[in-house]
């Protein structure tokens, strides 16, 4: 099992640059000579702000009480009910925008660039659901996320994945999180918001690629619960890592655990871990070479993983505008005659120039070499700290959440036969 692991993770540590690949996006070319004239500019009415207030409070409202939930009441039915109301509130009506995995990318981007002012508003989202589970655990997974409550109110027939596939495609998340930094630190495109699954579901209408992909995420989760949730959310990279620090965390029963194991088998992410069995630990003693190995890997992968990424700069700048449309330039000047290519004719029609484009580009691609450096470095890094994660064991004498992976949903509550 741990040499499937291993391969796996090799593999995706290599090709991780093709994989996340980013759309360029398209524009139409403006009529400069419609004779319509603009609108007098207003800045928002206190409306807009109040609106802002209104919705930061109302996540927090939903994260204090999600923890007490959670916590203290022990109430699977009124998280539900909560996680219903978050689904229609920030899903539905506020149409997917209230959403702190997208806030990823501004903060990254502010601090990338000096020009760019990320508002009260986004720091909010981005900071609340990671504070609270730095006490609490994922309660934003529980409730407040639409993304997680559509998904986690189809599932019908949960089937387990097995550990050494679920640990793998646990990678995931963090490499989606690492080039979503990229792509958003060089000003080239927010790809989590480009790429969400539910948002043409929210919003009643998207592109067909986009419905398709949503469809088949739900269709999914009716059997692997919450698949984007475990598999591929970059934001709860970082929730799993917060949470695992939390002081206070939800847990199974109220009292002694007697080891029935029916709380493990209503859960059906996989987030509850059994308690260890002495002769595990006997034979992870006889493994600590291979620990030590793997630790002294480490650094070799971050140089590994570093270069391969920066190798592959040019590939990825690509999907930046300016480094696309200047190499279509460079490549092919006769495009500059085709008054079908868009992209290009409404180039044509600003004040910029060829040289002015590719001069541009060039730094663009400068920028992508050193930050896909550093993008690569983490993949290698938590590459070596998963396979490294592999040899060691905590022991548990009863059935606890797995603090990184519990979304505290409360399932495992009504199962637990010991009463407060």
């Not at 868009?342 to 400068?366: C, H, K, P, Y």
Request: proline share 6%; with cysteine.
């Amino acid at each position: 099992m741990r040499l499937k692991t291993t391969i796996l993770a090799f593999l995706l540590l290599i090709t991780s640059g093709p994989v996340l690949w980013a759309q360029q996006q398209r524009f139409p070319m403006p009529e400069f000579e419609s004779g319509y004239q603009y609108p007098d500019a207003k800045l928002p009415g206190s409306g807009s702000l109040a609106m802002e207030y209104f919705d930061v409070g109302i996540l927090v409202l939903l994260l204090a009480v999600t923890s007490w939930l959670a916590i203290k009441k022990r109430s699977r039915k009124w998280i539900l009910l909560l996680m219903t109301g978050a689904l229609l509130y920030f899903g539905f009506w506020r149409q997917g925008c209230i959403c702190p995995i997208g806030a990823v990318q501004n903060v990254a981007l502010g601090f990338s660039d000096p020009t760019y002012a990320v508002s009260w508003f986004i720091i909010a989202l981005f900071l609340l659901p990671l504070l609270f589970s730095l006490a609490f655990g994922r309660v934003f997974c529980g409730t407040a996320c639409p993304l997680g409550a559509i998904q986690d109110i189809v599932v019908v027939r949960p089937v387990r994945v097995p550990v050494w596939v679920r640990k793998s495609l646990g990678m995931f998340p963090f490499v989606y999180l690492a080039l979503a930094v990229l792509f958003a630190t060089t000003g080239t495109d927010f790809i989590i918001c480009r790429y969400d699954p539910f948002i043409g579901i929210f919003r009643m209408g998207a592109e067909f690629h986009l419905i398709v992909i949503g469809i088949g995420f739900l269709l999914v989760g009716m059997f692997v619960a919450r698949p984007y949730c475990r598999f591929f959310c970059p934001y709860g990279a970082l929730l799993k890592t917060t949470s695992i620090f939390s002081k206070n965390h939800l847990s199974i029963t109220p009292s002694q655990c007697i080891d029935c194991k029916l709380c493990k088998d209503s859960c059906p992410f996989d987030a509850i871990d059994h308690p260890t069995d002495p002769k595990v630990i006997g034979k992870m003693k006889d493994k600590t070479k291979h620990f030590l190995l793997y630790a002294a890997l480490i650094p070799l992968l971050i140089v590994v993983g570093g270069w391969a990424m920066s190798s592959a700069h040019i590939f990825l700048a690509r999907a930046n505008p300016d480094v696309y449309l200047a190499h279509l330039l460079v490549r092919d000047p006769s495009v500059m005659e085709d008054l079908d290519n868009l992209d290009v004719q409404t180039f044509l029609g600003s004040d910029r120039t060829v040289d002015e484009l590719v001069n541009d580009a060039t730094a663009i691609q400068a920028t992508f070499r050193s930050g896909a450096w550093f993008t690569g470095a983490f993949i290698g890094l938590v590459a070596g700290l998963f396979l490294v994660s592999q040899f060691v064991i905590r022991r548990r004498d009863d059935y606890q959440p797995n603090r990184g992976d519990c979304f505290s949903c409360g399932r495992c509550f009504k199962y637990c036969p010991v009463q407060k």
